[in-house]
């Protein structure tokens, strides 16, 4: 009777351990507890359009914002940034002139001494505001029907 209760605790005790372990669903978002992160805020990644995007850029805590860099397909747009004005310790700006199709929009900041920069990557679509092509208006007019002439 002893093992069956000890074996039950045993049970029970793992039970509440599992469920006590963090999932990937229950991890905060990128760009939290310091990870350097990009996030698309006018709409989401793949439905922008009009050729720009606001964008937020987190950065961790103990790197001073003025260390960011921020490229658009190689294009440096960092100047397009500042400082959130809600006072998070974050870069907001909208990058504009984006063309058809994907871009790869990339935050770094560097690495402590001779290591890698810290990198933040994000694709963004810009489709076109009005995707549809043109409709062609058929006019009511009543057509004649042509009959061959017969030449004798």
Do not use: W
Not at 22 to 34: D, E, K
């Amino acid at each position: 009777m002893r093992l069956t209760v000890r074996g039950a605790a045993v049970t029970t005790f793992a039970a509440a351990a599992l469920v006590c372990i963090p999932t990937a669903a229950a991890t905060p978002p990128p760009g939290l507890h310091g990870a350097l992160a990009l996030r698309v805020v006018s709409s989401p990644p793949q439905y922008v359009s009009g050729d720009d995007a606001r964008l937020e850029v987190a950065v961790p805590d103990a790197t001073p914002l003025a260390q960011v860099r921020v490229t658009v397909n190689g294009a440096d747009v960092t100047s397009a940034f500042a400082q959130d004005p809600e006072g998070n310790h974050q870069l907001e700006g909208v990058v504009t002139g984006l063309p058809l199709g994907p871009s790869t929009v990339e935050a770094t900041v560097p690495g402590p001494g001779k290591a890698r920069p810290d990198r933040a990557e994000l694709t963004l679509v810009n489709n076109a505001l009005n995707s549809e092509p043109p409709k062609t208006v058929k006019s009511c007019e009543k057509t004649k029907t042509l009959r061959p002439k017969i030449v004798p």
